[in-house]
């Protein structure tokens, strides 16, 4: 562990939730112009440290134990608008530092960057339609578009993203979405550029084109993202669904032929906020197709990000400012790892504590995998996270 850097981040990180937690006011987007018609200009701040430990060292023999302390996520977000129908988006994202991945220890540090997390316009013609052009999120499944600090657990899952390396939850092109008949309906559609790195891919790719919708049988969700929880403000039934194809995305095999992609999911969230506390539970199943190539040794279909089929269940319950919760994960892989046909089983457990709602919240959670390859090493990790919203 870093202690120098690592001492320095903490004194920020606990100065910055002494200022909130004195502030009278609410945390939120600091806005720095307000014009005519409409037009605003924000700068929002959000991070998310945590102190991590890891049953295994780096590499498959490692058998110490990690600790690693690192920011999940430290974001700066510009917000703005020009009148009630344009407006624009561009969060910047520096990060570094971290050995405890998803699913393996690195031997040293991640190297500390600064990129370019989302960078789109929009325009707001109606309620039934709205425009997002530039770098966004993609839109098949509902876990990616939950709000990135708005999780029922510590994070989002680690194995629904989409497709695709430096693209599993954000890419660039036109997103078109809406809500229908008092926001009970919500359409999405999305034409994104998939797979378009390097020079390992088929000269005549497509496009990735999505769609998804879903339907609120109570109260609505009718904006862009969805939330793991809305902390007993909201009672919520959605079911959703979603589907989207790529043509040419990969090689079929070594660098023959091409192979399409294709990908479906459905989920369900229901929270009901009682005078015995608030009960949330959420399921998705995930199918992301590429004709077997990740079998066959094609790179881009292969790993975390490749093809995969498999489904999670999540449950919490709230009674004041405590939410414990439990998530289940179950997948199965073309490869992960380099085993072929992998499985892994995956639970967590913890609590999370309100301080602020999602603008101050402090999260422990055990988690834990399990390997169908017998010479996979299952390993434990434990985590203590805080995060703050300014």
Not at 85 to 99: I, M
Not at 138 to 162: K, M, W, Y
């Amino acid at each position: 562990m870093r202690h120098g850097g690592s001492r320095l981040i903490a004194a920020f990180l606990v100065a910055m939730v002494v200022m909130v937690v004195c502030t009278s006011r609410e945390a939120g987007a600091y806005t720095v112009k307000e014009f005519s018609n409409g037009g605003f200009l924000n700068i929002d701040y959000q991070v998310q440290a945590r102190e991590a430990w890891r049953g295994i060292g780096s590499g498959t023999d490692g058998t110490d134990s990690t600790q690693d302390f690192y920011l999940r996520r430290n974001r700066l977000s510009f917000l703005g608008a020009v009148n009630d129908t344009f407006g624009f988006a561009l969060q910047l994202e520096y990060n570094g530092g971290q050995r405890i991945g998803d699913l393996s220890v690195a031997a040293d540090d991640s190297k500390y960057e600064m990129k370019v997390l989302d960078a789109y316009l929009t325009a707001t013609v109606s309620n039934a339609l709205q425009i997002r052009a530039g770098k966004t999120k993609h839109i098949l499944t509902r876990e990616v578009q939950e709000g990135c600090f708005d999780p029922l657990s510590a994070d989002r899952s680690l194995f629904i993203n989409g497709p695709f390396k430096d693209k599993r939850t954000r890419d660039n092109g036109l997103v078109a979405f809406g809500n229908l008949h008092n926001d009970m309906f919500q359409y999405r559609l999305a034409v994104m550029q998939g797979n378009n790195f390097g020079n390992n891919k088929p000269s005549d790719i497509g496009y990735r084109y999505s769609g998804r919708a879903h339907v609120s049988l109570f109260d609505p969700e009718s904006g862009f993202g969805y939330r793991g929880s809305y902390l007993g403000k909201k009672k919520v039934l959605t079911l959703g669904a979603g589907y989207e194809v790529e043509s040419s995305a990969v090689y079929a095999s070594g660098t023959t032929g091409a192979q399409d992609y294709k990908a479906y999911t459905y989920d369900v969230f229901y929270e009901n906020p009682t005078d015995f506390g608030v009960f949330t539970v959420s399921a998705a199943y995930l199918k992301e197709d590429f004709g077997e190539a990740g079998m066959r040794g094609v790179v881009d279909a292969q790993g975390i990000d490749g093809e995969k089929n498999g489904y999670y269940w999540k449950a919490a319950y709230m009674i004041g400012k405590f939410q414990i919760f439990e998530r289940y994960e179950n997948w199965s892989f073309a490869e992960l790892n380099g085993v072929i046909g992998q499985k892994i089983k995956w639970t967590a457990s913890g609590i999370n504590y309100y301080i602020k709602g999602q603008d101050l919240r402090v999260t422990l959670e055990f988690s834990k995998n399990d390997f169908s390859d017998a010479a996979s090493r299952d390993f434990r990790t434990m985590i203590v996270q805080v995060q703050a919203r300014f």
